[in-house]
């Protein structure tokens, strides 16, 4: 389902390059938002919905003790998608993305450090 979603957004997002309607690079490398930016925004807010609820189910699948942590980096993000709705003019969201995107691996890698990697279950060190 993901992936289709993703193919689905490429595809508008390829067919509207051209034209400007999601967002263009002006000649002077000059950034601006098109009339549907809001296809951008949409696919994005699908994004981050798909990836909290993967997270969160597969943390409550393996019985993760730090699954708590999830929740302040999904706050980070909306408040950063925020940020890039109301200020236009600031460019954070690759920066945010960025520095969210460390901190997922840092949360995935101890998650999966709990876990014996034969069986899948709780390691010894986890109990």
Known sequence: ??????LIYLLILALSIP????FSLSQENIYSRGPYFFIYIFAYFISILYL???TIFVSKQF???SKALVYPLM??????TIILILVPDLHVSWLCVTL????YFIYCSEMWN???GLTGLLNQNSF
Request: aromatic share 4%.
């Open 1 to 6: 389902m993901a992936i289709l979603c993703e």
């Open 19 to 22: 034209s400007g309607l999601v």
């Open 52 to 54: 909290s609820l993967s």
């Open 63 to 65: 019985q993760n003790r």
């Open 75 to 80: 706050i980070f993000l909306g408040a950063e």
């Open 100 to 103: 969210l995107s460390a901190l």
């Open 114 to 116: 709990q876990l014996d």
